[in-house]
């Protein structure tokens, strides 16, 4: 056993399956900057308090998941559980909200709850989301579900299900809660759920107990409370939805994990991922920036996690191109100096380039060369460097072709642009 592991929980990507997971990170950000997305780059810890009150008190990512600590200068810092309530904390306190809106921005990277582990489920994980902010016009509420839908099936991916609701707007949800809180008055609970339920009653519709589950199915539903605005536009949302033939189905007991929602959520589900099948998820949040201290402006956006989605590829046997591929992989007789200086030469014309290091006997340097994956290899030893010339080999058919020593460069780039490329 290795002297050092990683931490327990958290989930890394090595060669051998690191080229996948950078594949579908590229795929879904592609995706985002096709709709005018830009990149946010956000801190990774911030002030507790941040997503104390973004995220909700009567979550478990807050009450129970998040890592939080004290700095050398008695501050209490959060390691980021969630991406949305950083970007808001970012456009209010740099005045993105007074230019064009909305706001639309991206952002990818490691995200962190102290959940316990299983397989899909990480205390360490990835996400890449995307937010709009600003307006709230249905549109905008497709456009973003569609981004997530659109790098799903470019990334090959067929059993998923997008589900959607409604959780209506402020007034809606002021009115289905004084409903809901009154329900729940007349139910037997004991005094942990009670209070749960007092922080935020719609909480109890996520409880996995059987009791509670069946008790909470008598329960009125939001769906039945919805102002005239949130019906029209919830019914906007799906005639989108359709017209832009995207599937889903309505889930009106969805509870979303996190408190800001308001009006249209939704999630991701893959069929093949067992207990931890939301591969991404998302909505909208109307009181959020207010909440942080900003405007009164509403946002939509969602977080797609990386890890669950590369599991649904390999789930689904996808194959995803190596996307780290080398162009020329050279075996130097002798030295190596000689070698070293060509393929500094060749990557700084954009070639990707590797060669054996440490002296290897030629059928060693080859095997090398096999196993790098590259497209071409070449053998550079003392006849090679006086004529001037090498002989370039085709790895996958195995032909092989004289090239000047002068004339590589521009040669490999030429058939590389023919090969086929992925990248
Ligand atoms: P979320 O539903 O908490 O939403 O997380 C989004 C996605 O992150 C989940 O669907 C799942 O794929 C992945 N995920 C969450 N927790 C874990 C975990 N412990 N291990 C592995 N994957 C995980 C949010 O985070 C919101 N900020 C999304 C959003 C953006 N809503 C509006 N804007």
Redo the contacts with the bound molecule.
């Keep these: 056993m290795a002297k050092y592991q990683a931490p327990k929980?958290v989930?890394e990507y090595y060669p051998g399956r690191s080229m996948y997971f950078d594949y579908v990170r590229s795929c879904i950000i592609e995706s985002a900057q096709s709709a005018g997305y830009q990149l946010m780059e956000l801190p990774i810890f911030e002030d507790t308090e941040l997503f104390a009150r973004g995220?909700g008190e009567s979550t478990d990512?807050v009450r129970k998941?998040m890592y939080t600590f004290e700095d050398r200068g008695g501050r209490s810092l959060t390691l980021r559980?969630?991406?949305?309530?950083g970007?808001m904390r970012a456009v209010i306190e740099h005045n993105l909200d007074r230019g064009q809106l909305p706001v639309k921005v991206f952002y990818s990277g490691a995200?962190f709850?102290a959940?316990r582990?299983q397989a899909?489920?990480?205390?360490q994980?990835?996400?890449v989301?995307?937010?709009a902010i600003g307006l709230a016009d249905p549109r905008i509420d497709v456009e973003?579900i569609a981004v997530a839908d659109r790098a799903f099936k470019e990334l090959g991916l067929t059993r998923y299900q997008l589900e959607i609701t409604s959780l209506g707007d402020l007034l809606t949800r002021e009115n289905y809660l004084k409903e809901l809180r009154a329900y729940i008055e007349t139910i037997p609970l004991d005094e942990e759920t009670r209070a749960r339920a007092a922080l935020n009653p719609l909480r109890l519709f996520d409880d996995k107990r059987s009791e509670i589950k069946k008790l909470m199915s008598q329960a009125p539903l939001l769906m039945d409370y919805l102002t005239v605005q949130s019906a029209e536009d919830f019914e906007k949302v799906k005639e989108l939805l359709i017209k832009l033939g995207i599937d889903f189905v309505v889930n009106n007991r969805m509870v979303?994990?996190?408190d800001?929602?308001t009006g249209t959520a939704f999630?991701?589900v893959h069929s093949e991922l067992g207990a931890?099948s939301?591969?991404?998820?998302?909505?909208?949040?109307d009181g959020l920036m207010a909440q942080l201290g900003g405007q009164e402006l509403s946002?939509?956006?969602?977080?797609?996690?990386?890890?669950?989605?590369l599991l649904a590829c390999e789930a689904e046997g996808i194959a995803m191109p190596e996307g780290f591929e080398l162009d020329l992989y050279i075996v130097p007789l002798g030295t190596g100096d000689e070698a070293l200086i060509i393929a500094e030469e060749l990557r700084g014309r954009g070639l990707r380039v590797d060669l054996a290091f440490g002296d290897k006997a030629l059928k060693g340097g080859m095997k090398s060369a096999d196993r790098s994956g590259a497209k071409y290899s070449a053998v550079l030893g003392a006849d090679e460097l006086s004529s001037g010339s090498i002989q370039l080999k085709e790895m996958q058919t195995g032909v092989m072709s004289s090239v000047t020593l002068s004339a590589l460069a521009n040669e490999l780039i030429e058939r590389i642009s023919n090969f086929g490329d992925f990248s």
């Design positions: 929980g989930s995220v990512v998941e559980p969630e991406g949305t309530a970007v995200f709850r959940e582990p899909g489920r990480y205390r994980f990835y996400q989301g995307i937010e973003v979303r994990g996190l800001y929602y999630e991701f931890q939301g591969i991404g998820g998302g909505g909208r949040y946002g939509i956006g969602f977080g797609l996690g990386l890890d669950r989605i």
